[in-house]
């Protein structure tokens, strides 16, 4: 079974309408990330999480918001979409003091 | 604002080829340096991290080099086998709060 997984693996949606992105992890690591990728842009930090109970803003976070329910549980937010977050999304977990960022399978997201 | 530039946008080469992937950043104050290798329709893999101590580190076919003063990194891909045809990414680290900035990729075909 993969370590980080995410739901939907693919979404469309028309503009004005909430969606949420799920991520969940088994490695057991505390810090998780959502990034966006757009063609030829990278990918973008949304929203980060050390904990529970500690999130904070990427670059990107206008139009997103974040909850994080448990350690392995975290879960993106499109409170009215609009068609210019049509993108890639990624969930990425690591833990503290080891670097390396373990990254789930994405969710395409199309909003119409 | 740390910037992370990779050259070029898409190469294609002949099986067996050596070949170097370049990735330039503007802020030479960073923590670490990663590459990642994604796959189509698969999340992001983790190939070679580099602490900013280090010049380079090595895995099997793949070498990453590290020049802070300089503000450069090259992948270097030995033998390059159709297996690795994919997009090739870069991302600094600037602190131990394990936010990436991400360059634009590189997508590497390999022809048989």
């Known amino acids: 079974d993969a370590d980080v997984t995410q739901t939907p693996r693919n979404r469309i949606t028309k503009t004005g309408k909430r969606i949420m992105l799920e991520c969940s992890q088994t490695?057991?690591?505390?810090?998780m990330y959502w990034y966006r990728q757009d063609p030829g842009l990278g990918l973008r930090l949304i929203y980060y999480?050390?904990?529970?109970?500690?999130?904070n803003k990427g670059e990107i976070s206008d139009g997103y918001s974040v909850s994080r329910q448990a350690q392995a549980k975290f879960s993106l937010s499109l409170e009215s979409a609009i068609p210019n977050q049509t993108a890639l999304y990624f969930c990425?977990?690591?833990?503290?003091?080891?670097?390396?960022?373990?990254f789930g399978p994405g969710t395409r997201l199309l909003v119409l | 604002k740390q910037e992370v530039t990779q050259i070029p946008a898409a190469l294609s080469v002949p099986e067996g080829e050596n070949l170097v992937l370049n990735c330039s950043f503007t802020?030479?104050?960073?923590?670490?340096l990663q590459w990642f290798r994604q796959d189509p329709g698969k999340g992001l893999t983790s190939l070679l991290l580099?602490?900013?101590?280090?010049r380079e580190q090595t895995s099997g076919r793949l070498n990453a080099s590290l020049d802070k003063s300089s503000g450069r990194s090259t992948l270097y891909i030995a033998a390059s086998q159709p297996g690795d045809s994919a997009t090739y990414l870069c991302?600094?680290?600037?602190?131990?709060?394990?936010?990436?900035?991400f360059g634009q990729g590189t997508t590497l075909q390999v022809k048989p």
């Open positions: 991302a600094v680290c600037s602190g131990n709060t394990g936010k990436l900035i």
């Open positions: 999480s050390f904990d529970v109970k500690d999130i």
């Open positions: 990425a977990t690591s833990a503290p003091g080891q670097e390396t960022q373990y």
């Open positions: 580099i602490q900013s101590s280090q």
């Open positions: 490695k057991g690591h505390d810090r």
């Open positions: 802020d030479s104050a960073i923590y670490n």
